[in-house]
């Protein structure tokens, strides 16, 4: 979503300001100012990989890698194809997690440099930590907040109720629009990664977009 002129400014402050902060925390980080050069310097890093995983992310699709990655004869393993099974969607989540390459978005990222995500299943937060060869990071500027307590808000606030609703889920957040910490079985807040740190093991590439991208 493009922003006014002056949103756009005060974004790309903040921006730049973030991406120092996690450069700092060891990740490899980027503020591009929209998509289409996202979308450019992310292929360059794909062309040294043959596989690739998606996690559940809209922002990651606004990009249009995926369709990129298939025309280009790569393999992808994305769960939200269309007709899949049961056991075939777990089978490709598995997959994720030993990829070259692993794509996902934040639920928010701090302007200290950390960043957050919350998941129901774990495939995520489990590819983002440890197993694939690489992982991208794609997030706009409406995922940023000021500290890590602002991070954690946020996920509660905005991304949790938003996500719940646009997937159509029987939680009370996605009636309300608020966390009621519940224990329904569609609950989609289950499992809270925090990176504090690029992770020991896995380089990570963060790209920051002066955009409004996803939930």
């Given at each position: 979503?493009?922003?006014p002129?002056l949103q756009e400014?005060l974004?790309e402050?903040?921006?730049?300001?973030?991406t120092e902060?996690?450069?700092?925390?060891?990740f490899?980080?980027?503020?591009t100012p929209?998509?289409?050069?996202a979308?450019?310097?992310?292929l360059?890093i794909?062309a040294r990989h043959?596989?690739f995983?998606?996690?559940?992310s809209d922002?990651v699709?606004q990009?249009?890698?995926?369709?990129h990655?298939?025309?280009a004869?790569k393999?992808v393993?994305d769960?939200w194809?269309p007709?899949?099974?049961p056991?075939e969607?777990?089978a490709?989540?598995?997959?994720?997690?030993?990829?070259d390459?692993?794509f996902?978005?934040a639920?928010?990222?701090?302007l200290?440099?950390?960043i957050?995500?919350?998941?129901g299943?774990?495939?995520r937060t489990s590819?983002m930590?440890?197993?694939?060869?690489?992982?991208i990071?794609?997030?706009?500027?409406?995922?940023i907040?000021e500290?890590?307590p602002a991070?954690?808000?946020?996920v509660?606030?905005?991304?949790a109720?938003l996500?719940?609703?646009?997937l159509?889920?029987?939680t009370p957040c996605?009636e309300s629009?608020r966390c009621?910490?519940?224990?329904?079985p569609?609950?989609?807040c289950?499992i809270t990664t925090?990176?504090?740190?690029?992770?020991?093991?896995?380089?990570?590439?963060?790209?920051?977009?002066?955009?409004a991208?996803?939930?």
């Amino acid at each position: 979503m493009q922003a006014p002129p002056l949103q756009e400014w005060l974004w790309e402050q903040r921006g730049r300001q973030c991406t120092e902060k996690l450069r700092k925390n060891g990740f490899d980080a980027y503020w591009t100012p929209d998509l289409e050069t996202a979308r450019n310097q992310i292929l360059s890093i794909c062309a040294r990989h043959s596989t690739f995983g998606f996690g559940g992310s809209d922002t990651v699709r606004q990009l249009g890698i995926i369709e990129h990655l298939k025309s280009a004869g790569k393999t992808v393993f994305d769960h939200w194809q269309p007709d899949l099974s049961p056991p075939e969607s777990l089978a490709i989540r598995r997959s994720q997690l030993t990829c070259d390459c692993f794509f996902c978005s934040a639920n928010a990222i701090s302007l200290s440099g950390e960043i957050v995500n919350v998941d129901g299943a774990g495939n995520r937060t489990s590819a983002m930590g440890f197993g694939p060869s690489q992982v991208i990071i794609v997030a706009g500027m409406n995922k940023i907040t000021e500290d890590l307590p602002a991070a954690l808000r946020r996920v509660r606030e905005v991304a949790a109720p938003l996500r719940a609703k646009s997937l159509n889920m029987q939680t009370p957040c996605a009636e309300s629009g608020r966390c009621a910490d519940c224990n329904a079985p569609q609950r989609i807040c289950r499992i809270t990664t925090i990176l504090h740190r690029q992770p020991v093991l896995t380089p990570t590439s963060v790209f920051l977009i002066n955009q409004a991208l996803g939930y």
